[in-house]
Protein backbone atom coordinates (compact mmCIF):
# COMPACT_ATOMS: atom_id res chain seq x y z
CA UNK A 1 0.00 0.00 0.00
CA UNK A 2 1.21 3.57 -0.57
CA UNK A 3 1.00 5.23 2.26
CA UNK A 4 1.86 8.58 0.96
CA UNK A 5 -1.29 8.29 -1.81
CA UNK A 6 -3.82 6.93 1.56
CA UNK A 7 -2.72 9.86 3.48
CA UNK A 8 -3.24 12.31 1.01
CA UNK A 9 -6.91 10.70 -0.27
CA UNK A 10 -7.98 10.93 3.59
CA UNK A 11 -6.75 14.22 4.08
CA UNK A 12 -8.79 15.22 1.12
CA UNK A 13 -11.86 13.58 2.37
CA UNK A 14 -11.27 14.95 5.78
CA UNK A 15 -11.59 18.11 4.72
CA UNK A 16 -14.81 17.63 3.06
CA UNK A 17 -16.50 16.66 6.14
CA UNK A 18 -14.13 19.34 8.43
CA UNK A 19 -15.70 21.90 5.80
CA UNK A 20 -19.26 21.57 7.45
CA UNK A 21 -21.00 19.19 4.42
CA UNK A 22 -20.84 14.14 4.94
CA UNK A 23 -15.98 -8.37 -9.36
CA UNK A 24 -16.27 -9.04 -10.25
CA UNK A 25 -17.36 -9.82 -7.06
CA UNK A 26 -20.46 -7.99 -5.79
CA UNK A 27 -21.69 -7.37 -1.49
CA UNK A 28 -23.32 -4.87 1.54
CA UNK A 29 -25.51 -3.64 4.29
CA UNK A 30 -27.75 -0.96 5.92
CA UNK A 31 -28.10 -0.05 9.73
CA UNK A 32 -30.71 0.76 12.35
CA UNK A 33 -30.32 4.42 13.24
CA UNK A 34 -31.50 6.05 16.34
CA UNK A 35 -34.48 7.56 14.86
CA UNK A 36 -36.84 6.21 12.33
CA UNK A 37 -35.41 4.82 8.84
CA UNK A 38 -35.57 7.51 5.89
CA UNK A 39 -36.75 4.98 3.72
CA UNK A 40 -39.23 2.81 5.17
CA UNK A 41 -37.96 -0.94 5.94
CA UNK A 42 -39.88 -3.68 7.95
CA UNK A 43 -37.80 -4.11 11.24
CA UNK A 44 -34.86 -5.52 9.61
CA UNK A 45 -32.64 -3.62 6.52
CA UNK A 46 -33.31 -5.17 3.09
CA UNK A 47 -30.00 -7.02 3.16
CA UNK A 48 -31.49 -8.14 7.18
CA UNK A 49 -28.17 -6.88 9.00
CA UNK A 50 -27.48 -5.22 12.49
CA UNK A 51 -25.95 -1.68 12.33
CA UNK A 52 -24.56 0.74 10.58
CA UNK A 53 -26.86 2.10 7.59
CA UNK A 54 -27.82 4.93 5.40
CA UNK A 55 -31.15 6.10 6.13
CA UNK A 56 -32.93 8.39 8.65
CA UNK A 57 -36.38 9.01 9.52
CA UNK A 58 -39.16 8.07 7.93
CA UNK A 59 -41.48 11.37 7.27
CA UNK A 60 -45.03 11.15 9.08
CA UNK A 61 -47.64 11.05 6.09
CA UNK A 62 -50.86 13.18 7.48
CA UNK A 63 -52.97 9.80 7.25
CA UNK A 64 -50.24 8.32 9.62
CA UNK A 65 -50.48 11.60 11.95
CA UNK A 66 -54.23 11.74 12.22
CA UNK A 67 -53.95 7.67 12.68
CA UNK A 68 -51.97 8.54 15.71
CA UNK A 69 -54.39 10.91 17.53
CA UNK A 70 -56.84 9.33 16.88
CA UNK A 71 -58.88 7.76 19.81
CA UNK A 72 -57.73 3.96 21.21
CA UNK A 73 -60.81 2.51 20.20
CA UNK A 74 -60.49 3.18 16.62
CA UNK A 75 -58.91 1.05 14.09
CA UNK A 76 -55.77 2.27 13.05
CA UNK A 77 -54.92 2.22 9.28
CA UNK A 78 -51.41 0.70 7.90
CA UNK A 79 -49.02 3.53 6.59
CA UNK A 80 -47.38 2.63 3.94
CA UNK A 81 -49.65 0.88 1.84
CA UNK A 82 -49.34 -2.65 1.24
CA UNK A 83 -49.87 -4.86 -1.44
CA UNK A 84 -50.64 -7.78 0.78
CA UNK A 85 -51.62 -7.51 4.47
CA UNK A 86 -48.78 -7.87 6.95
CA UNK A 87 -48.85 -9.97 9.95
CA UNK A 88 -47.57 -9.71 13.05
CA UNK A 89 -46.52 -13.54 12.99
CA UNK A 90 -46.20 -16.06 10.29
CA UNK A 91 -44.89 -15.66 6.34
CA UNK A 92 -45.46 -12.12 5.07
CA UNK A 93 -45.06 -11.07 1.39
CA UNK A 94 -43.42 -7.46 0.41
CA UNK A 95 -41.40 -5.54 -1.53
CA UNK A 96 -40.81 -2.71 -3.63
CA UNK A 97 -40.33 -1.68 -7.65
CA UNK A 98 -36.84 0.70 -9.00
CA UNK A 99 -36.00 2.21 -12.11
CA UNK A 100 -34.51 5.44 -13.35
CA UNK A 101 -32.60 7.03 -16.13
CA UNK A 102 -28.54 8.03 -16.47
CA UNK A 103 -27.50 11.30 -18.41
CA UNK A 104 -23.84 11.18 -19.92
CA UNK A 105 -23.08 14.13 -21.87
CA UNK A 106 -20.22 12.18 -23.27
CA UNK A 107 -23.06 9.69 -25.14
CA UNK A 108 -20.81 7.07 -25.91
CA UNK A 109 -21.67 4.99 -28.88
CA UNK A 110 -21.79 1.59 -26.97
CA UNK A 111 -24.17 3.86 -23.94
CA UNK A 112 -21.85 2.17 -21.09
CA UNK A 113 -20.93 4.10 -18.19
CA UNK A 114 -17.62 2.80 -18.33
CA UNK A 115 -17.17 0.61 -14.89
CA UNK A 116 -20.04 2.58 -12.81
CA UNK A 117 -22.48 0.21 -11.68
CA UNK A 118 -25.35 -0.34 -11.13
CA UNK A 119 -26.88 2.71 -13.55
CA UNK A 120 -24.19 1.45 -15.86
CA UNK A 121 -26.21 2.83 -18.96
CA UNK A 122 -26.83 5.52 -20.41
CA UNK A 123 -30.79 5.03 -20.66
CA UNK A 124 -33.68 4.50 -18.81
CA UNK A 125 -33.41 0.81 -16.72
CA UNK A 126 -35.75 -1.11 -14.71
CA UNK A 127 -33.38 -1.96 -12.03
CA UNK A 128 -35.21 -4.00 -9.44
CA UNK A 129 -38.62 -5.51 -9.16
CA UNK A 130 -38.09 -6.60 -6.13
CA UNK A 131 -40.02 -9.46 -3.89
CA UNK A 132 -39.01 -10.86 -0.25
CA UNK A 133 -40.94 -13.70 1.33
CA UNK A 134 -40.28 -13.94 4.98
CA UNK A 135 -41.03 -15.48 8.30
CA UNK A 136 -38.67 -13.01 10.98
CA UNK A 137 -37.88 -14.55 13.84
CA UNK A 138 -39.07 -13.01 17.21
CA UNK A 139 -36.08 -11.76 19.32
CA UNK A 140 -38.14 -10.75 22.05
CA UNK A 141 -38.24 -14.31 23.28
CA UNK A 142 -36.03 -16.46 25.23
CA UNK A 143 -37.14 -19.60 23.17
CA UNK A 144 -35.31 -20.79 20.43
CA UNK A 145 -37.90 -20.11 16.83
CA UNK A 146 -37.18 -20.34 13.37
CA UNK A 147 -38.07 -18.30 10.33
CA UNK A 148 -36.96 -17.89 6.88
CA UNK A 149 -36.32 -15.66 3.83
CA UNK A 150 -36.60 -15.48 -0.09
CA UNK A 151 -35.57 -12.33 -2.24
CA UNK A 152 -36.54 -12.72 -5.95
CA UNK A 153 -34.64 -9.72 -7.95
CA UNK A 154 -35.70 -8.86 -11.72
CA UNK A 155 -34.04 -6.28 -13.77
CA UNK A 156 -30.96 -4.97 -14.97
CA UNK A 157 -29.30 -5.36 -11.69
CA UNK A 158 -29.93 -9.32 -11.82
CA UNK A 159 -26.47 -9.35 -13.59
CA UNK A 160 -24.44 -8.26 -10.65
CA UNK A 161 -26.25 -10.60 -7.79
CA UNK A 162 -25.51 -13.73 -9.59
CA UNK A 163 -23.66 -16.40 -7.30
CA UNK A 164 -21.70 -18.78 -9.59
CA UNK A 165 -23.39 -22.54 -9.65
CA UNK A 166 -26.62 -21.06 -8.69
CA UNK A 167 -27.81 -18.83 -11.56
CA UNK A 168 -24.86 -19.42 -13.61
CA UNK A 169 -22.56 -22.73 -14.53
CA UNK A 170 -19.35 -23.78 -13.17
CA UNK A 171 -18.15 -21.76 -15.57
CA UNK A 172 -19.94 -18.81 -15.42
CA UNK A 173 -22.39 -19.32 -18.09
CA UNK A 174 -26.44 -18.24 -17.49
CA UNK A 175 -28.46 -20.93 -16.33
CA UNK A 176 -32.07 -19.71 -16.97
CA UNK A 177 -30.97 -15.57 -17.94
CA UNK A 178 -30.72 -15.20 -21.50
CA UNK A 179 -30.42 -11.61 -21.76
CA UNK A 180 -27.22 -9.48 -21.05
CA UNK A 181 -29.89 -6.49 -19.65
CA UNK A 182 -32.76 -8.21 -18.18
CA UNK A 183 -33.18 -11.17 -16.08
CA UNK A 184 -33.73 -12.90 -12.42
CA UNK A 185 -31.76 -13.45 -9.79
CA UNK A 186 -32.85 -15.03 -6.06
CA UNK A 187 -29.97 -13.25 -4.16
CA UNK A 188 -31.17 -14.63 -0.47
CA UNK A 189 -32.76 -18.16 -0.01
CA UNK A 190 -32.49 -18.92 3.74
CA UNK A 191 -33.57 -20.66 7.17
CA UNK A 192 -33.17 -18.71 10.50
CA UNK A 193 -33.12 -19.63 14.24
CA UNK A 194 -32.44 -17.80 16.70
CA UNK A 195 -33.70 -15.50 20.33
CA UNK A 196 -33.12 -12.50 22.24
CA UNK A 197 -29.50 -12.85 22.29
CA UNK A 198 -28.78 -15.12 18.82
CA UNK A 199 -29.30 -15.59 15.19
CA UNK A 200 -28.58 -18.22 12.69
CA UNK A 201 -28.83 -18.34 9.06
CA UNK A 202 -28.29 -21.57 6.70
CA UNK A 203 -28.49 -20.78 2.93
CA UNK A 204 -27.85 -18.20 0.66
CA UNK A 205 -27.85 -14.62 2.03
CA UNK A 206 -26.29 -10.75 1.76
CA UNK A 207 -22.96 -10.28 2.99
CA UNK A 208 -22.31 -8.66 6.48
CA UNK A 209 -19.28 -6.92 5.07
CA UNK A 210 -19.21 -2.96 4.12
CA UNK A 211 -21.84 -0.55 3.95
CA UNK A 212 -23.75 -0.12 0.61
CA UNK A 213 -26.36 -2.88 -0.13
CA UNK A 214 -28.11 -4.31 -3.45
CA UNK A 215 -31.70 -3.46 -2.66
CA UNK A 216 -32.81 -0.06 -3.77
CA UNK A 217 -34.29 1.32 -0.87
CA UNK A 218 -31.47 0.52 1.50
CA UNK A 219 -29.21 3.16 -0.57
CA UNK A 220 -28.88 6.89 -0.60
CA UNK A 221 -27.59 7.16 -4.02
CA UNK A 222 -28.50 5.83 -7.25
CA UNK A 223 -25.05 4.77 -8.60
CA UNK A 224 -22.84 2.52 -6.08
CA UNK A 225 -19.35 2.77 -5.13
CA UNK A 226 -16.42 0.92 -6.42
CA UNK A 227 -15.42 -0.32 -3.17
CA UNK A 228 -19.43 -1.49 -3.05
CA UNK A 229 -18.94 -3.58 -6.65
CA UNK A 230 -15.29 -4.71 -7.17
CA UNK A 231 -13.91 -4.91 -3.70
CA UNK A 232 -16.35 -6.64 -1.63
CA UNK A 233 -18.60 -9.96 -2.02
CA UNK A 234 -22.60 -9.65 -2.28
CA UNK A 235 -23.50 -12.79 -1.08
CA UNK A 236 -22.87 -16.58 0.40
CA UNK A 237 -23.61 -19.89 0.74
CA UNK A 238 -23.31 -21.22 4.17
CA UNK A 239 -23.94 -20.35 7.82
CA UNK A 240 -24.06 -16.78 9.34
CA UNK A 241 -24.84 -16.17 13.13
CA UNK A 242 -24.61 -13.22 15.05
CA UNK A 243 -24.14 -13.36 19.07
CA UNK A 244 -25.23 -10.11 21.11
CA UNK A 245 -22.28 -10.20 23.61
CA UNK A 246 -23.52 -7.16 25.69
CA UNK A 247 -25.88 -4.39 24.95
CA UNK A 248 -23.70 -2.18 23.04
CA UNK A 249 -21.45 -5.51 21.01
CA UNK A 250 -22.96 -7.87 18.82
CA UNK A 251 -20.46 -10.08 17.64
CA UNK A 252 -20.48 -11.94 13.48
CA UNK A 253 -18.90 -15.30 12.55
CA UNK A 254 -19.65 -17.28 9.63
CA UNK A 255 -18.32 -20.24 7.36
CA UNK A 256 -19.16 -19.73 3.97
CA UNK A 257 -18.27 -20.98 0.57
CA UNK A 258 -16.24 -17.93 -0.46
CA UNK A 259 -17.45 -15.11 -2.44
CA UNK A 260 -20.70 -15.17 -4.57
CA UNK A 261 -20.55 -19.00 -5.08
CA UNK A 262 -22.88 -21.96 -4.39
CA UNK A 263 -20.51 -24.33 -6.46
CA UNK A 264 -17.49 -23.80 -8.42
CA UNK A 265 -14.42 -25.78 -9.85
CA UNK A 266 -13.05 -25.44 -6.25
CA UNK A 267 -15.46 -25.48 -2.84
CA UNK A 268 -13.46 -23.96 0.05
CA UNK A 269 -14.54 -23.00 3.19
CA UNK A 270 -14.27 -19.23 4.09
CA UNK A 271 -13.97 -17.45 7.82
CA UNK A 272 -16.11 -14.77 8.33
CA UNK A 273 -15.69 -12.72 11.85
CA UNK A 274 -16.48 -9.25 13.15
CA UNK A 275 -18.50 -7.29 15.78
CA UNK A 276 -20.97 -4.40 15.59
CA UNK A 277 -20.68 -1.93 18.20
CA UNK A 278 -23.02 0.56 19.06
CA UNK A 279 -23.35 4.04 21.03
CA UNK A 280 -25.39 6.39 22.04
CA UNK A 281 -24.91 8.62 18.61
CA UNK A 282 -22.76 6.33 16.92
CA UNK A 283 -22.32 2.79 15.05
CA UNK A 284 -18.99 1.05 14.30
CA UNK A 285 -18.73 -1.97 12.44
CA UNK A 286 -15.92 -4.37 11.57
CA UNK A 287 -15.54 -8.08 9.71
CA UNK A 288 -13.33 -9.76 7.93
CA UNK A 289 -13.51 -12.46 5.64
CA UNK A 290 -10.32 -14.99 4.82
CA UNK A 291 -10.33 -18.10 2.27
CA UNK A 292 -9.15 -19.32 -1.41
CA UNK A 293 -10.66 -17.63 -3.85
CA UNK A 294 -9.93 -17.81 -7.96
CA UNK A 295 -7.18 -15.33 -9.41
CA UNK A 296 -8.17 -13.14 -12.21
CA UNK A 297 -7.18 -14.47 -15.10
CA UNK A 298 -7.82 -17.94 -14.36
CA UNK A 299 -10.90 -19.56 -12.09
CA UNK A 300 -9.45 -22.68 -11.71
CA UNK A 301 -6.47 -21.17 -10.12
CA UNK A 302 -7.09 -20.91 -6.49
CA UNK A 303 -5.35 -18.69 -3.93
CA UNK A 304 -5.54 -17.01 -0.19
CA UNK A 305 -7.56 -13.89 -0.43
CA UNK A 306 -8.27 -11.57 3.01
CA UNK A 307 -10.41 -9.22 2.87
CA UNK A 308 -11.44 -6.48 6.05
CA UNK A 309 -13.99 -3.40 5.99
CA UNK A 310 -14.57 -0.99 8.54
CA UNK A 311 -17.59 1.07 8.74
CA UNK A 312 -18.20 4.05 11.05
CA UNK A 313 -21.53 6.05 11.57
CA UNK A 314 -21.95 9.11 13.78
CA UNK A 315 -25.22 10.67 13.95
CA UNK A 316 -23.76 14.29 14.28
CA UNK A 317 -27.82 15.36 15.59
CA UNK A 318 -30.92 14.80 14.34
CA UNK A 319 -30.30 16.40 10.87
CA UNK A 320 -26.81 15.90 10.15
CA UNK A 321 -25.20 12.05 9.55
CA UNK A 322 -21.45 11.32 8.99
CA UNK A 323 -19.78 7.80 7.80
CA UNK A 324 -16.21 6.44 7.42
CA UNK A 325 -15.64 3.55 5.35
CA UNK A 326 -12.10 1.35 4.49
CA UNK A 327 -11.90 -1.76 3.10
CA UNK A 328 -8.26 -3.53 2.22
CA UNK A 329 -7.92 -6.60 0.68
CA UNK A 330 -5.39 -8.88 -0.74
CA UNK A 331 -4.79 -12.01 -2.86
CA UNK A 332 -1.73 -14.81 -3.36
CA UNK A 333 -0.76 -14.93 -6.33
CA UNK A 334 -3.05 -13.17 -8.19
CA UNK A 335 -1.55 -10.54 -10.39
CA UNK A 336 -2.80 -11.56 -13.93
CA UNK A 337 -0.58 -14.39 -14.55
CA UNK A 338 2.62 -13.20 -12.39
CA UNK A 339 3.66 -14.88 -9.25
CA UNK A 340 2.95 -11.29 -7.26
CA UNK A 341 0.19 -10.66 -5.30
CA UNK A 342 -2.55 -8.18 -5.62
CA UNK A 343 -3.94 -5.27 -3.54
CA UNK A 344 -7.13 -3.59 -3.67
CA UNK A 345 -8.24 -0.72 -0.84
CA UNK A 346 -9.86 2.66 -0.26
CA UNK A 347 -12.00 5.02 1.60
CA UNK A 348 -15.28 6.06 1.11
CA UNK A 349 -17.06 9.08 3.21
CA UNK A 350 -20.86 10.44 3.38
CA UNK A 351 -22.48 13.39 4.70
CA UNK A 352 -26.26 13.45 4.55
CA UNK A 353 -28.71 16.32 5.80
CA UNK A 354 -32.11 16.35 6.85
CA UNK A 355 -33.98 19.45 5.38
CA UNK A 356 -37.26 18.54 6.46
CA UNK A 357 -39.60 15.65 6.59
CA UNK A 358 -39.45 15.11 2.57
CA UNK A 359 -36.16 16.23 1.87
CA UNK A 360 -32.79 15.07 2.20
CA UNK A 361 -29.52 16.06 1.07
CA UNK A 362 -26.05 13.79 0.85
CA UNK A 363 -22.62 13.93 -0.53
CA UNK A 364 -20.77 10.59 -1.04
CA UNK A 365 -16.39 10.91 -1.63
CA UNK A 366 -14.59 7.49 -2.69
CA UNK A 367 -11.06 7.20 -3.56
CA UNK A 368 -10.56 3.46 -4.80
CA UNK A 369 -7.15 2.00 -5.81
CA UNK A 370 -7.11 -0.80 -7.80
CA UNK A 371 -3.37 -1.58 -7.59
CA UNK A 372 -2.70 -3.85 -9.79
CA UNK A 373 -5.78 -4.21 -12.22
CA UNK A 374 -7.58 -7.09 -10.94
CA UNK A 375 -10.39 -6.03 -9.97
CA UNK A 376 -12.40 -3.10 -11.47
CA UNK A 377 -13.52 -4.19 -15.27
CA UNK A 378 -17.13 -3.57 -17.26
CA UNK A 379 -19.13 -6.43 -15.88
CA UNK A 380 -22.33 -6.85 -18.26
CA UNK A 381 -21.49 -9.66 -20.79
CA UNK A 382 -22.41 -7.91 -23.92
CA UNK A 383 -20.41 -7.74 -27.31
CA UNK A 384 -21.06 -4.25 -27.16
CA UNK A 385 -18.88 -3.49 -24.06
CA UNK A 386 -15.92 -2.33 -25.07
CA UNK A 387 -14.13 -2.79 -21.35
CA UNK A 388 -15.49 -6.06 -20.58
CA UNK A 389 -12.63 -7.78 -19.15
CA UNK A 390 -10.32 -5.32 -19.36
CA UNK A 391 -8.50 -3.90 -16.33
CA UNK A 392 -7.00 -0.65 -14.83
CA UNK A 393 -4.18 -0.18 -12.40
CA UNK A 394 -4.91 3.08 -10.61
CA UNK A 395 -6.50 5.23 -8.21
CA UNK A 396 -10.45 5.68 -8.81
CA UNK A 397 -11.92 8.79 -7.63
CA UNK A 398 -15.65 9.78 -7.72
CA UNK A 399 -17.66 12.42 -6.03
CA UNK A 400 -21.96 11.84 -5.72
CA UNK A 401 -23.89 14.78 -4.91
CA UNK A 402 -28.09 13.73 -4.40
CA UNK A 403 -31.33 15.01 -3.22
CA UNK A 404 -33.78 12.05 -1.87
CA UNK A 405 -37.74 13.58 -1.60
CA UNK A 406 -40.08 11.31 0.36
CA UNK A 407 -43.78 12.68 -0.62
CA UNK A 408 -45.14 9.76 1.03
CA UNK A 409 -44.15 6.53 3.28
CA UNK A 410 -44.32 4.52 -0.35
CA UNK A 411 -42.81 6.83 -2.80
CA UNK A 412 -38.82 8.00 -2.76
CA UNK A 413 -37.52 10.03 -5.77
CA UNK A 414 -33.49 10.31 -5.95
CA UNK A 415 -31.56 12.65 -8.25
CA UNK A 416 -27.87 12.66 -8.21
CA UNK A 417 -24.89 14.05 -10.44
CA UNK A 418 -22.10 12.16 -10.30
CA UNK A 419 -17.75 12.96 -11.49
CA UNK A 420 -15.38 9.95 -11.79
CA UNK A 421 -12.01 10.21 -12.56
CA UNK A 422 -9.27 7.98 -13.02
CA UNK A 423 -5.62 7.85 -12.17
CA UNK A 424 -3.49 5.06 -13.61
CA UNK A 425 -2.73 2.48 -16.49
CA UNK A 426 -4.64 -0.35 -17.59
CA UNK A 427 -2.47 -3.42 -17.53
CA UNK A 428 -4.49 -5.48 -20.62
CA UNK A 429 -4.53 -3.04 -23.46
CA UNK A 430 -2.21 -0.01 -23.20
CA UNK A 431 -3.56 3.04 -23.68
CA UNK A 432 -7.09 2.28 -23.39
CA UNK A 433 -9.27 4.56 -20.74
CA UNK A 434 -12.22 3.39 -18.17
CA UNK A 435 -14.46 6.06 -19.58
CA UNK A 436 -15.85 7.15 -22.60
CA UNK A 437 -16.12 3.59 -24.56
CA UNK A 438 -12.32 3.68 -23.61
CA UNK A 439 -11.03 7.32 -24.87
CA UNK A 440 -11.64 9.19 -21.61
CA UNK A 441 -10.06 9.32 -17.90
CA UNK A 442 -12.98 10.81 -16.42
CA UNK A 443 -16.77 11.37 -17.15
CA UNK A 444 -19.68 13.11 -15.52
CA UNK A 445 -23.66 11.53 -15.07
CA UNK A 446 -26.43 12.72 -14.23
CA UNK A 447 -29.21 10.49 -12.83
CA UNK A 448 -32.74 9.74 -11.63
CA UNK A 449 -34.82 7.36 -10.45
CA UNK A 450 -37.90 6.19 -8.24
CA UNK A 451 -38.65 3.66 -5.22
CA UNK A 452 -42.06 2.58 -4.59
CA UNK A 453 -42.85 0.28 -2.03
CA UNK A 454 -45.71 -2.63 -2.38
Given at each position: ????????????????????????????????????????????????????????????????????????????????????????????????????????????????????????????????????????????????????????????????????????????????????????????????????????????????????????????????????????????????????????????????????????????????????????????????????????????????????????????????????????????????????????????????YKINDCWKAGIRGEWFRDDDGVRVTGLRPDAGNPILGQGFAGNFY?????????????????????????????????????????????????????????
Open positions: MKLSKLAFAMAIAWGIYTGNASAQTYGQQPVRQVSNDYFYQPEQSPSDKPPPAPMVETPMAPAAAAVAEAPAEEEATCDPWHLFCQKECGWNLYGFVNGGITGNPDSPPSRYNGPVTFNDRNEAMLNQFYAIGEKKIDRESCCWNWGGRIDVLYGTDYIFTQSNGWETDLAGAPKWNGSPFYGLAIPQLYAEVGNVNNSIKIGHFYTPIGYEVVPANGNFFYSHAYTMQYGEPFTHWGALGAYKWSDEITLNYGLVNGWDAFNRVRDDASVIAGFVWTGEQDTLAFNIIYGNEPVADDVTVYTKRYMHSLVYTYNINTCWQYIFQHDYASQLNANRGQALSAEWYGINQYLFDVAVGLNWTPSANLTVRGEIRYDKFDGVSPTTPGLEPYGDGTRSDQTLFALDFIYLW
